[in-house]
């Protein structure tokens, strides 16, 4: 069955930091994205890939990147970690306009 | 600026009832609409959808009305069920794009 998988599930590090955070699917989507939640905000839009080598900004995109090398991977990267960015982040995928189909969350603690 | 606004962090209903979850949007420009339930620990999976022509979609349990002229949407769950207790989100999005923007969740409690 096709999957969209987060890697690691849990992960602490410290301030200043530069850590990255894996998202793999296996559904062959064209459009992939990665969300914080927090409470009181919802989901909000980090970064969002149509296609490889495409990339683009989205709400809260500020300490953040990504790149798409290939088709099934979309690794968010924060420069510098920031206790502000201690989050749940959830990577998603869809193709065309389907609904999006989203992993299980990576749990970010930045001491 | 918050686009798509779920009002009630939280609800609690009696097993069997109905389950009315509630969204406003403020973009006249959205099309498509989606919405979500959440577990904990889980990443959220798609429920239903419905496009801004229709003001109505069904799925078994679950309806979601559109109200275009009062850029309000809702989903109605009948009857609702314990496992239904989880965390709704409804997102949005406008033609020519593929990202959704998505409310703050309204966390739903069925008591049995």
């Known amino acids: 069955d096709a999957e969209i998988t987060q890697s690691p599930r849990h992960k602490i590090t410290e301030t200043g930091r530069q850590v990255t955070l894996a998202c793999h699917q296996t559904w062959n989507h064209n459009n992939m994205f990665w969300y914080r939640q927090d409470l009181g905000h919802g989901l909000r839009l980090i970064h969002y890939?149509?296609?490889?080598?495409?990339?683009n900004k989205g709400e809260v995109s500020d300490g953040y990147s990504v790149s798409r090398s290939n088709t099934e991977d979309l690794p968010l990267t924060l420069e510098s970690a920031a206790s502000s960015q201690t989050s749940v982040y959830f990577c998603?995928?869809?193709?065309?306009?389907?609904?999006?189909?989203f992993g299980d969350g990576t749990r970010l603690s930045i001491l | 600026d918050q686009q798509v606004k779920q009002n009630s962090p939280s609800l609690s209903v009696q097993e069997g009832r109905i389950s009315i979850l509630n969204c406003d949007y403020t973009?006249?420009?959205?099309?498509?609409f989606l919405w979500y339930k959440k577990y904990p620990a889980e990443g959220p999976t798609f429920l239903i959808s419905i496009s801004s022509i229709k003001d109505k979609n069904e799925d078994g349990r679950f309806t979601v009305f559109l109200n275009k002229s009062a850029k309000h949407l809702s989903l109605h769950i009948v009857p609702s069920q314990p496992g239904d207790s989880a965390v709704y989100f409804c997102?949005?999005?406008?033609?020519?794009?593929?990202?959704?923007?998505f409310g703050t969740g309204t966390r739903l409690k069925v008591l049995a």
């Open positions: 890939s149509y296609g490889v080598q495409d990339t």
């Open positions: 973009n006249s420009m959205f099309d498509y």
């Open positions: 998603a995928s869809s193709n065309s306009n389907q609904p999006q189909h």
């Open positions: 997102a949005a999005k406008t033609s020519g794009t593929y990202k959704y923007i």
